[in-house]
T-cell receptor
Framework: SQTIHQWPATLVQPVGSPLSLECTVE??????LYWYRQAAGRGLQLLFY??????ISSEVPQNLSASRPQDRQFILSSKKLLLSDSGFYLC?????????????FGPGTRLTVT | AQKVTQAQTEISVVEKEDVTLDCVYE???????LFWYKQPPSGELVFLIR??????QNEISGRYSWNFQKSTSSFNFTITASQVVDSAVYFC????????????FGAGTTVTVRA
């Protein structure tokens, strides 16, 4: 069966510090990978998606970036965090035997920028 | 452009009551896919169901049922005999043709089931 991991689970970072969130998927190959952000009490905002190694599409211009160094690894980064970067970050994947329809989400990382 | 509207922001019910969550969508695609997700307080989004646009058959899974009506562009979700564990935020989502990689999510409906 497929599983998706995200770490860390929670993170408190000062403004201006760097960020690195990691997501890995097990049990499938060639997944599409996604990064979402959910601000407190708000809906889901797609940040990046990737259909293959090194292929990143950005949905929202901002100070965040994403990379996919391996087939099942997706990293969200920032060089300098802003207060507005606080939120709940969710990684998701699609593909495998169910096709590239529904997305399956990880447990999320709760980021607080102080 | 694709759009999903969940007009109900919050719904509060007493345990054992039925609750129906509305979802209305807009798309120009002739083939599309609709989804429901549950987000419990822990935060992880849990996939509940996918419905293809060419399959209007309604579906029941335990206490959950879904009513897809293409004529009104709606994909409503009913929880029968609600339980406290059903308390969560529920999201409706839409995806266009297969090579469209993105899901368009509604704003979500917060369901609170009181004991």
């Amino acid at each position: 069966s497929q599983t998706i991991h995200q770490w860390p689970a929670t993170l408190v970072q000062p403004v201006g510090s760097p960020l690195s969130l990691e997501c890995t998927v097990e049990g499938t190959s060639n997944p599409n990978l996604y990064w979402y952000r959910q601000a407190a009490g708000r809906g889901l905002q797609l940040l990046f998606y990737s259909v293959g190694i090194g292929q990143i599409s950005s949905e929202v211009p901002q100070n965040l970036s994403a990379s996919r160094p391996q087939d099942r690894q997706f990293i969200l980064s920032s060089k300098k965090l802003l207060l507005s970067d606080s939120g709940f970050y969710l990684c998701a994947w699609s593909g495998g035997t169910s096709g590239y329809y529904e997305q399956y989400f990880g447990p999320g990382t709760r980021l607080t920028v102080t | 452009a694709q759009k999903v509207t969940q007009a109900q922001t919050e719904i509060s019910v007493v345990e054992k009551e039925d609750v129906t969550l509305d979802c209305v969508y807009e798309t120009r695609d002739t083939t599309y896919y609709l989804f429901w997700y549950k987000q419990p307080p822990s935060g992880e989004l849990v996939f509940l169901i996918r419905r293809n646009s060419f399959d209007e058959q309604n579906e029941i899974s335990g206490r959950y049922s879904w009513n897809f009506q293409k004529s009104t562009s709606s994909f409503n979700f009913t929880i029968t005999a609600s339980q406290v564990v059903d308390s969560a935020v529920y999201f409706c989502a839409l995806k266009g043709k297969v090579e469209d990689y993105k899901l368009s999510f509604g704003a979500g409906t917060t369901v609170t089931v009181r004991a």
